[in-house]
Nanobody
Framework: QLKVVESGGGLVQPVGSLRLSCAAS????????IAWFRQAPGKEREGVSC????????NYADSVKGRFTISRDNNKAMVYLQMSSLKSDDAAVYYC????????????????????WGKGTLVTVSS
């Protein structure tokens, strides 16, 4: 049974850093495109970053480029999102998602390309 579980959320001060983790089971992570989405109160869910299957090419939303880094540990079946220089706008529930294919990990990341969602982890950015 396919399952992804997020962890690592919490309270962080502005300009601080946080690393989110996505633990995958029931799938071989290197064979799937996996993404991070986020949803802030009153806003639509938006794609933040994704990593493609195979060689692991990555894609980032413009709002996080240069600040967030997605990575994958095939042996541990984990996907990470390292977040730095956090801003108040980054506060949201962050979701790990298994995409339907690499084609959905390019440019704008749509929720329509998601095959399976995790339950999310809350990131709060506040001083």
């Amino acid at each position: 049974q396919l399952k992804v579980v997020e962890s690592g959320g919490g309270l962080v001060q502005p300009v601080g850093s946080l690393r989110l983790s996505c633990a995958a089971s029931g799938l071989t992570v290197e064979n799937y495109a996996i993404a991070w989405f986020r949803q802030a109160p009153g806003k639509e869910r938006e794609g933040v970053s994704c990593i493609r299957s195979g060689f692991g090419g990555t894609n980032y939303a413009d709002s996080v480029k240069g600040r967030f880094t997605i990575s994958r540990d095939n042996n541990k079946a984990m996907v990470y999102l390292q977040m730095s220089s956090l801003k108040s706008d980054d506060a949201a529930v962050y979701y790990c998602a298994v995409l339907m294919g690499n084609v959905y990990c390019s440019g704008y990341m749509s929720s329509a390309g998601v095959d399976y969602w995790g339950k999310g982890t809350l990131v709060t950015v506040s001083s």
